[in-house]
């Protein structure tokens, strides 16, 4: 029979109290191991971390940088920048219109007549015909990326249905002002062009 020494009296190092895992949910480990494995622990992984694709060191966004990337992400953000660019856009369409086919107004003594046009008339009519332009298409950009953003926030889902959504909300709204058929042509339409360009800029690469 061999007799094996006490373990109390060997020299194993002991673990300090102070190194030991604490437990989070329970004072029993079994159970505590059990809740952190279906609930998880109490500890909040950093959101700022950024791993490069390419080698290089581990940048971390500042606060100021999260700040700026939910004011760019925000729904507000973004009608504002379609608004002007859509109002850049039209005045750009508006004064290549007005160049290419000026309104020739009529002399009131001879209708029959073409009057020739004033360097300062012809000025007015482009700045007109720019504004006018660069309105309505800063009106069809605020309410389109607002309706859009608005839809992908509440579904939760970035697809091709948010454009097709918004467009047809958008020239529905848009034809409404002419009556109720041109209200459903313009859905209609608007809602296959945006269908067709979300496409296109989807499959391009």
Known sequence: ??????????????????????????????????????????????????????????????????????????????SVMSCVIGYGLGCAIGLFSASVNPSIQMDPSAPHMERTQTAREIFNDMRKTTHSYGKNFATIGLVFAGIECL????????????????GGVTGGLIGLRAGVKAGIFGAAGFAAFSTVIDYYMRHRN
């Not at 950093?46 to 390419?54: E, F, G, H, L």
């Not at 839809?151 to 918004?166: C, F, H, L, M, P």
Request: glycine share 4%; aromatic share 8%.
């Open 1 to 78: 029979m061999v007799l094996l020494p006490d373990p109390s009296k060997l020299n194993v190092p002991q673990t300090p109290p102070s190194s030991q895992k604490k437990n989070i949910f329970f004072d029993n480990s079994d159970l505590d191991k059990m809740a952190q494995h279906f609930i998880g622990n109490n500890f909040r992984q950093r959101d700022m971390i950024v791993i490069p694709r390419t080698q290089g060191p581990v940048s971390i966004r500042s606060n100021e940088e999260l700040i700026m990337d939910k004011v760019m992400e925000s729904c507000t953000f973004k």
């Open 151 to 166: 839809i992908e926030s509440q579904r939760g889902v970035t697809d091709w249905k948010n454009g097709t959504y918004a």
